[in-house]
């Protein structure tokens, strides 16, 4: 049975050997070979895609893959293998004048999946349209693909392979000082997960009086000691205690493909992504005084809201998804885009989320304002009416007609409060949001990557926030 290519919230995802064979990478390509063809001008095509991947099983072997196919079809590929950090490769594009990318990355997924992720000439996600297009254009079959060998295909000049790395730590040095933070005397534990994030941070930033430390800093395609690279708890936890091991001053944490950040304060203590997210649009409107649109998937926090009426900026509400946000960036010249998984994009550099770029400017942040990490907190709560309080449950889905179930429920649910939580709203953009009095608020989300059901809150009142959360499986027919 042929596998079905379908584009979730960010690329295709699926199990090795199961779904994800180099036949089905093999049509995902001819599908946007097809695309760039019927999109782009023959001159506009001819400036070549690049094309990379992160550590995962295989993952240097589905790119080259991907690069055969791509010469098979006289459209040049820009190859830089295996462990790049996706921002990296978002920065190639710019780089390298090319009409978009290919990374084979399955991000933060389970060790037993990979991903395929397309971007586009300003190597930002490619809008949901866009994508829909390239579907209609993966072939059915594998036969159907036009492919070169890889070493016909360098002899050909179709397949160039180049490095990365150079000009992209170049333009980290244009965005933000190294030299401060090398030379503030901080302690700093990086945990990058096992993936492409791993010795970036100790390579910009040892030889001075600052001190880094790194953790998980190998290729194993299993995690060990994390069920999967997504920088929340508990995958987190073994990277936050070797933190406090040492007495670090900050954790700074990179997921499996280095596009998302996490962050632990001086205590060793998990600071939540929507926390980190509302730190640095404090820092570039407070601490940096720039000023520009802040774009937010509707999953993330409130916090921003207010900052964005502080400091009189205009706030972009968007689907979850950087199909959403890099469309919007580009399209508001925005100053921050992020979501809720820990993904941020900042101007002046790519509309692509950069988890080493995150953890750069946190510790810019640090510098700056001599604060530790629950002082900047404090800082920050101060400017947005106090802490905000956030959590979230994933359920997987046992069964189409489970998910089928649910959809139905949520899409008549009318709920008079949750948590004890009168509710004043209900917007479905994207999910099943319900906006309390308060203006706290309970999102109810089907996952675009995974056969999950997500539950998720923020809200000010620290001790409603479980029960918020365990109405919200309830509204989803989850629990009882």
């Not at 199909?323 to 941020?344: H, N, Q, R, T």
Request: proline residues 6%; contains cysteine.
């Amino acid at each position: 049975m042929t596998v079905q290519i379908k584009f979730g919230t960010d690329g295709w995802r699926a199990t090795v050997a199961e779904d994800y064979t180099f036949d089905s990478v093999r049509r995902a390509t001819q599908g946007f070979a097809d695309y760039l063809k019927a999109t782009y001008t023959p001159a506009e095509v001819g400036r070549g895609v690049v094309v990379g991947g992160d550590r995962r099983f295989l993952s240097e072997h589905f790119a080259a893959t991907v690069a055969e196919v791509l010469a098979g079809n006289d459209i040049p590929a820009h190859f830089c293998g295996g462990g790049i950090p996706t921002p990296t490769i978002a920065y190639a594009v710019k780089l390298r004048h090319g009409i978009g990318a290919v990374n084979i990355t399955a991000s933060h997924n389970p060790p037993t999946d990979n991903g395929y992720k397309v971007r586009d000439p300003n190597g930002g996600a490619i809008d949901p349209a866009g994508l829909k297009e390239i579907e209609v254009h993966i072939p059915a079959e594998a036969s159907s693909c036009r492919q070169m060998a890889f070493k016909a295909g360098v002899n050909a000049g179709l397949i160039m392979e180049f490095d990365p790395v150079p000009a992209y730590v170049e333009q980290l040095k244009r965005l933000v000082s190294l030299e401060p933070i090398r030379q503030a005397g901080f302690k700093i534990m990086v945990d990058p997960m096992w993936g492409n994030g791993a010795g970036w941070l100790t390579r910009l930033l040892s030889g001075a009086k600052t001190e880094v430390f790194e953790v998980h800093s190998e290729r194993n395609p299993i995690f060990p000691e994390m069920s999967r690279p997504e920088p929340i708890p508990p995958n987190v936890d073994a990277g936050l205690a070797a933190g406090r091991k040492i007495g670090a001053d900050v954790i700074a944490i990179t997921d499996g493909d280095a596009d998302r950040c996490g962050w632990g304060d001086e205590n060793g203590d998990f600071v939540d992504q929507l926390r980190v997210y509302a730190l640095l649009a404090m820092y570039l409107l407070d601490v940096r005084g720039e000023r520009g649109p802040i774009v937010k998937t509707l999953s993330t926090t409130s916090m921003l809201d207010k900052l964005g009426q502080r400091f009189g900026v205009q706030v972009i509400h968007t689907g979850v998804g950087f199909k959403y946000v890099a469309p919007a960036m580009i399209k508001y010249d925005a100053l921050i885009g992020g979501e809720e998984s820990g993904g941020y994009a900042f101007r002046n550099h790519v509309p692509e989320r950069d988890g080493i770029l995150s953890n750069l400017y946190l510790l810019d942040l640090m510098v700056r304002t001599g604060l530790r990490p629950t002082q900047l907190l404090d800082r920050l709560f101060n400017l947005v009416g106090g802490p905000h309080y956030y959590d979230r449950i994933d359920f997987r889905l046992p069964d189409l007609a489970f998910a089928a179930a649910a959809r139905k429920g949520l899409d008549t649910a009318q709920p008079a409060s949750v948590g004890g939580k009168k509710i004043v709203d209900k917007v479905t953009t994207d999910g099943y949001k319900f906006v309390m009095e308060d203006g706290g608020w309970l999102l109810i989300r089907f996952s675009g990557t995974e056969p999950l059901i997500r539950v998720y809150t923020e809200t000010m009142d620290q001790g409603a926030v479980q029960a918020i959360l365990q109405d919200g499986l309830r509204l989803a027919g989850i629990a009882g």
